[in-house]
Nanobody, 125 residues
Framework: QVQLVESGGGLVQAGGSLRLSCAASGRTFSSYTMGWLRQAPGKERESIAAINWSGSNTYYADSVKGRFTISRDNAKNTVYLQMNSLKPEDTAVYYC??????????????????WGQGTQVTVSS
């Protein structure tokens, strides 16, 4: 089991940046694939970034590729999402999630086993 707590959300103007953090509990954090997902009002939850257990491989949805960067620090049990060049359409609740699946592409929503409570990101135009 792993518990996840996101932080770093807020209100930002279009073109701005935010960095989300996700702190995980448990001694086995480094064995999990970690991901970030988001859900905008009235839309389905979208898997947008993932990182393998060592941090050597990262995967992105086309909607965020080139603007967002996922990273992890296993010594701190933390995964990050650096979001640059933010757009109003990035407005959503952002979730951190964990899975034991080994990945070769970005996981689908249903592959994740553990979820944080979410943090709101609002991008104004």
């Amino acid at each position: 089991q792993v518990q996840l707590v996101e932080s770093g959300g807020g209100l930002v103007q279009a073109g701005g940046s935010l960095r989300l953090s996700c702190a995980a509990s448990g001694r086995t954090f480094s064995s999990y694939t970690m991901g970030w997902l988001r859900q905008a009002p009235g839309k389905e939850r979208e898997s947008i970034a993932a990182i393998n257990w060592s941090g050597s491989n990262t995967y992105y949805a086309d909607s965020v590729k080139g603007r967002f960067t996922i990273s992890r620090d296993n010594a701190k049990n933390t995964v990050y999402l650096q979001m640059n060049s933010l757009k109003p359409e990035d407005t959503a609740v952002y979730y951190c999630a964990a899975t034991r699946f080994l990945i070769s592409r970005i996981p689908v929503v249903t592959q994740y086993d553990f979820w944080g409570q979410g943090t709101q990101v609002t991008v104004s135009s």
